[in-house]
């Protein structure tokens, strides 16, 4: 079965400190890639995908994304952390068009 | 405003009672899902509809039922035969399976004692 890894459950970062989070997802053909980010008891906003074209991809909040497909990844980065984006984040990855696989999360908690 | 709508955002109900979570979305989106979240387990699918009057279970359809009688309404009862049914239920929807991203309601909370 196809499987998404993100390595870190939990990370934290002072504010104003740069982010990345990792994600890894089992191979097959050219996946779909995603992002998404959910705060405490509610449902999952979408940051940013990947489809095609520039593995460089631009999302909400500032957040940005790479993927490496020699290395199967879809890292998270942010140059600077806001408070604000504590909350718990999702890498997800949409095999053969119909087979949505989600990450167990990594919780971000933010330092002022 | 498009979107999702799922209700009660909590509810609680005694074991061996069927219980059924409302979707609704008004993004004219052919297809929906319902997915359980656990501490620490990210996302499971539990059952997806592609088009009305269709659906297929996911990978953990044991102890829930679906109906997809109108394009815009996707419920989800929790049977009294899901052995471990506390959890943060959360509805999803997109304009096809394998069409980009997935939009997702706020979820609701179900608490069985």
């Known amino acids: 079965a196809q499987s998404v890894t993100q390595p870190d459950i939990h990370i934290t970062v002072s504010e104003g400190a740069s982010l990345e989070l990792r994600c890894n997802y089992s191979?097959?053909?050219?996946?779909?890639l995603f992002w998404y980010v959910q705060s405490p008891g509610q449902g999952l906003q979408l940051l940013l995908k990947y489809f095609s074209g520039d593995t460089l991809v631009q999302g909400i909040k500032g957040f940005e994304a790479e993927f490496k497909r020699s290395q199967s990844s879809f890292n998270l980065r942010k140059p600077s952390v806001h408070w604000s984006d504590a909350a718990e984040y999702f890498c997800a990855v949409l095999y053969n068009n119909n087979d949505m696989r989600f990450g167990a999360g990594t919780r971000l908690t933010v330092k002022p | 405003d498009g979107g999702i709508t799922q209700s009660p955002k909590y509810l609680f109900r005694k074991e061996g009672q069927n219980v059924t979570l409302s979707c609704e979305q008004n993004l004219n989106h052919d297809a929906m899902y319902w997915y359980r979240q656990d501490p620490g387990q990210g996302l499971r699918l539990i059952y997806y509809s592609q088009i009305v009057n269709d659906f297929q279970k996911g990978d953990i359809a044991e102890g829930y039922s679906v109906s997809r009688e109108k394009k815009e309404s996707f419920p989800l009862t929790v049977t009294s035969a899901q052995k471990n049914p506390t959890a943060f239920y959360l509805c999803?929807?997109?304009?096809?399976?394998?069409?980009?991203?997935?939009?997702f309601g706020p979820g609701t909370r179900l608490t069985v004692t």
């Open positions: 191979y097959g053909a050219t996946p779909y």
């Open positions: 999803a929807s997109s304009p096809g399976t394998g069409q980009g991203e997935q939009y």
